[in-house]
Structure formats: C-alpha cells, structure tokens
C-alpha cells in the first residue's frame, strides 16, 4: 500500500492510475513518463523512462496497472522510480477494495441511521417523499456507493453518505439552538441536498465527472429528481414542495459556488453551513493523513491557504 512505502523500498504492486504526462528533461531534452498513481491507501508520483511513448498510448487514466521498481526520496517525499509497467491481465491477482478508497464505516450501519432519520420525520408528506427516494432499491443502491465528490471532499466509495449523514447531524443540531426552525423540512433537505450526485460520477477505479454531471451538475439533477419524486404523490402541498426545492438549490450558499439561488431561508442558511463545515473538515483530516510528517500542509489551492497540524509527533525510537 502506499502510505507503508518507504525509500528504498523495491516493488511489484498494483495500483490506479490517475494521471499521466509525457515531458522532456529541461538539460537534455530525453523524455519521460510521469503517473499519478493511487491505492486505497494514498496517492504517489511515479516517473519511467524507457519505452516512453509505447507506454503512453497503452495505458490510460482509470487503467488498473502492474507496477515495478524502486521507491526513491525525492524533495522529501516517496516516489516511484518505475522500471516496468502494463495494464492487468485476467490472470493477475489483485484485490479492488485495496486500490479503489472506501468510507472506513459499514455502509449498511450508514443506511440504518439515515432510516432512523426518515422514521422519525412527523410530516406525512416529507416522510412519503423519502421513502418513496430512499426505499427505492436502485436509488438505495446508488446512494450507498457513490462518492461526495471527485478529489476535495468525501472521494471515496460511500463517501456521498457519509457526507449527508454528517450534514444532516449538523443542521439537525444547529436548528435545535434557533427558535421556528422546521425540523422535518430540514431533516429532508439534509438528506436530499446531494441527491443528484448518484448521477454526477461515473466511479468504478477514477472518480469522474458522467457527461450530464459536467454538463447539469449535481444541484439541478437533484433537484429534477425531487420534484419527479414529488410528482407521484397526490396532494403534496405546494409550498413545501417550493421550499424544499429551494433548499436543495441553494445549499452551496454563492452563485459562484454553483448554487442557482441563495439561501433566502432560516433552514437553507443552517443547511449551507452544515455543508460546508462537513465538506472542509473532511478535506482537512484527508490532508493531514496524507501528509502525516509534516506540521504544516502543503499550499492547499482550493482554500488558497496553508493548515496548521501542530507539532510533528515522535515516534517511539525517536
């Protein structure tokens, strides 16, 4: 696995490949290969120097590949120092739940709670529209195994609900401190913010964006969704359905964050808060764990900052 490479470290081992580059040396011009590799357990850089071209057309991002060579300390950090590399044949003998990062929780234990949370809404209509979504076996199916997102938060299987459990917990919570805040229509929002995202990611080795994810976007499709869902209950009051749709809409806060409207609600406010402190401190603890050595990350883009980790610990020998 990655995180338990060291340098010097020879290897014969599988993992995904994320990303690949052919580049040339700045002195002499010799060209290169560069990889993006991943596992369950990490990611890692990995350089190969002959056969480049060949080996640039036979593999391709999302390819399960064969790996070997020698891990090397380059700038501080484990690379890979590749001598061969190819593409997995039927006959190669490698497990999928090692390369492929999954929620650390049972999936099933998840979907109890979020159960839990459906049983426990008192509105009729709300608690019909999550049973009709959520009892759906594909639509279950789906929620269970998709990730919260490609590469800053939740981008693991099963990430998706984790992310909406924490997100309702939160805004559950938080309504509690605030007078006239409706409960049922913020239980349903948290549970349905993301609902689209069963749709945005294509996700059996890469995390990637499906053609209608880049092209709609996870906010619009799910909110399609519930209104479709919507559509097969009879009587389902009008302005709750408006108020949940707006929920949904605006739970990423910013039109520059994708949201088509602003929260212009007491529950949208919670809801997009609750969303973003799940989705940033998840991002965190995904840093931290990679970059276990240091004290400070690495120049994180996304938040255009650096995090603090505090003093490095010890080890045993140290």
Do not use: C
Request: charged content about 30%; glycine content about 6%.
């Amino acid at each position: 696995m990655i995180k338990e490479l060291n340098a010097g470290d020879q290897l014969i081992s599988y993992f995904i490949l994320r990303k690949k580059e052919v580049k040339s040396k700045s002195e002499t011009g010799t060209l290169y290969l560069s990889l993006e590799l991943f596992d369950a357990s990490g990611r890692i850089f990995g350089t190969l120097w002959d056969n480049v071209k060949q080996v640039s057309h036979a593999i391709a991002p999302g390819d399960i590949l064969k790996v070997k060579g020698m891990v090397i300390d380059f700038h501080n950090r484990p690379h890979l120092k590749i001598d061969r590399v190819r593409k997995v044949v039927e006959s190669d003998d490698y497990d999928l739940k090692q390369l492929v990062p999954r929620v650390e929780q049972d999936v099933d234990v998840l979907l109890a709670e979020l159960d839990r949370f459906i049983k426990a809404v008192k509105n009729t209509a709300l608690k019909t529209l999550l049973e009709l979504i959520f009892h759906d076996s594909e639509i279950r199916k789906q929620f269970g195994a998709a990730p919260g997102g490609k590469l800053w938060h939740h981008n693991y299987i099963g990430g998706l609900l984790e992310h909406t459990l924490n997100v309702t917990r939160i805004a559950v919570q938080s309504g509690e401190i605030y007078p006239g805040v409706n409960r049922d229509l913020l239980v349903a929002a948290g549970l349905l913010h993301d609902l689209g995202k069963i749709k945005t990611y294509d996700y059996k080795t890469l995390i990637d964006f499906t053609d209608e994810g880049r092209l709609l976007g996870h906010i619009v499709m799910g909110a399609q969704m519930v209104a479709e869902k919507i559509r097969e209950i009879p009587d389902f009051p009008a302005q709750l359905e408006k108020e949940l749709l707006h929920l949904i809409l605006s739970h990423q806060g910013k039109l520059e964050q994708a949201s088509p409207v602003v929260p212009m609600m007491l529950e949208g406010l919670l809801l997009y808060q609750a969303d973003e402190m799940d989705s940033k401190a998840n991002a965190f603890l995904r840093i931290r764990r990679r970059e276990t050595d240091r004290k400070w990350s690495s120049y994180v883009k996304l938040m255009n900052q650096y995090f603090y980790f505090g003093p490095r610990k010890q080890t045993e020998e140290e």
